[in-house]
Structures are given as C-alpha cells and as structure tokens.
C-alpha cells in the first residue's frame, strides 16, 4: 500500500519561508511524475508545482512561479516544496500527489489527473 507523508507546515509571517517534505512509503516513487498541490479555506484544490522523475523538469502555477521551487530525492523517495516570500493568499493545506504509472512522459500540466497517490496534507498559515 503506497503512503504519501506530508510534513514541514506551520504557522509563518507574510514574507518568510517554510520547506515542505513528502515522504512515500510502500513502492519506489523514483520513476514517476509528483506534484503539489493546495486548498485554501473555502477554495477548491488547485495546482501548485509538478516535476519529472529525474528532477530536471519542473512546471508551477503563475500565483507561485519564483517564489517555490519543487525538487525530489529519490534516494529518499522523497519531494520537497521550498516556498519563500510566503503570502496570506498562501494559506492552504498542501497535499501531495503521485502519477502511479512508472516513465509516463512529463508534461506541464496543472491538472489533478493522473495523479493515483495522494497524501493527507499540512497546514500552511501564513499571517498577515
């Protein structure tokens, strides 16, 4: 059974920075497309960043593109979302996801699906 753990939120200043994990459990995720995503309070669940299996191809949504950079280990079998310059219009849970089909080719795509694991998510509040 796969695990997507997320962790990493908290409660920050407008201006100040927090780093998101996601740690997945039950299969290599090394060969698979994953991705962020977020829901604000009373919003629905939007695209935040995606990237490829490697690393080296990223994509991210206008309202977070130079302020969040998306990057994996997968020696870790882990993602990480690096958000700086924090907002209010940034608090959201954020969720974790994963493409479960292995070398599906990357594309910058916002959307939710194709995206099989998810995680349950942590609470970013930023303050004004």
């Known amino acids: 059974q796969v695990q997507l753990v997320e962790s990493g939120g908290g409660l920050v200043q407008a201006g100040g920075s927090l780093r998101l994990s996601c740690a997945a459990s039950g299969r290599p995720l090394s060969r698979n497309i994953m991705a962020w995503f977020r829901q604000g309070p009373g919003k629905e669940r939007v695209f935040v960043a995606n990237?490829?299996?490697?690393?080296?191809?990223?994509f991210y949504a206008d309202s977070v593109k130079g302020r969040f950079t998306i990057s994996r280990d997968n020696g870790k079998n882990t993602v990480y979302l690096q958000m700086n310059s924090l907002k209010f219009e940034d608090t959201a849970v954020y969720y974790c996801?994963?493409?479960?089909?292995?070398?599906?080719?990357?594309?910058?795509?916002?959307?939710?699906?194709?995206?099989?694991?998810w995680g349950q998510g942590t609470q970013v509040t930023v303050s004004a």
């Open positions: 996801a994963a493409d479960k089909t292995d070398w599906r080719p990357w594309a910058p795509r916002s959307g939710p699906d194709g995206y099989d694991y």
């Open positions: 990237i490829n299996w490697s690393g080296e191809r990223t």
